[in-house]
């Protein structure tokens, strides 16, 4: 990585074959992310099935903070596509992990300092590579994952 970045910005956007996107970030890093299982799991994100409308994707020239398929109003902001290609990069199972686990709650660094007892600056470490993630963070993140589902099923249970 040439630069760092205080929150993931886009350069540019190439949409791939098989639901994949070409991300360039400001920073100098290039991933291929998979949309794939998202598409599949989202019904509003159907209409990106469609290989055409999917090579549509673009960001809006001189900001970088979502790729976007304007026809649509559908946006993906940068913020998650960078912990999605950190997970989706990695070999390190605990990286994947956690990257996973912070992608998935929508988590920012302080929110994700917070719930697992840490400093934003850790965390920050641990996503972009700089530090390891410990196997006790990624059982964390698992756990924090079961806590967090259960304490919402029984806030519905009381409603």
Request: aromatic share 8%.
């Amino acid at each position: 990585m040439s630069t760092t970045m205080k929150r993931p910005r886009l350069l540019t956007v190439e949409a791939l074959d098989d639901y994949k996107l070409r991300l360039h970030f400001v920073n100098g890093s290039i991933y291929t992310v998979s949309m794939a299982e998202e598409l599949e799991k989202t019904a509003r994100l159907g209409l990106l099935k469609d290989p055409d409308v999917f090579k549509k994707a673009t960001i809006i020239e001189g900001e970088g903070w979502t790729v976007e398929w304007s026809d649509l109003d559908i946006q993906f902001c940068a913020d998650i596509l960078w912990l999605d290609a950190q997970a989706q990069n990695t070999t390190d199972e605990n990286t994947k992990i956690f990257a996973t686990w912070r992608a998935r709650n929508g988590l920012s660094l302080s929110q994700a300092a917070n719930a697992l007892g840490m400093t934003p600056r850790t965390m920050s470490a641990y996503g972009n590579g700089k530090r390891p993630v410990p196997r006790y963070i990624a059982l964390a993140c698992k756990g924090w994952e079961i806590e967090n589902a259960r304490q919402n099923v029984l806030a519905t249970e009381d409603v």
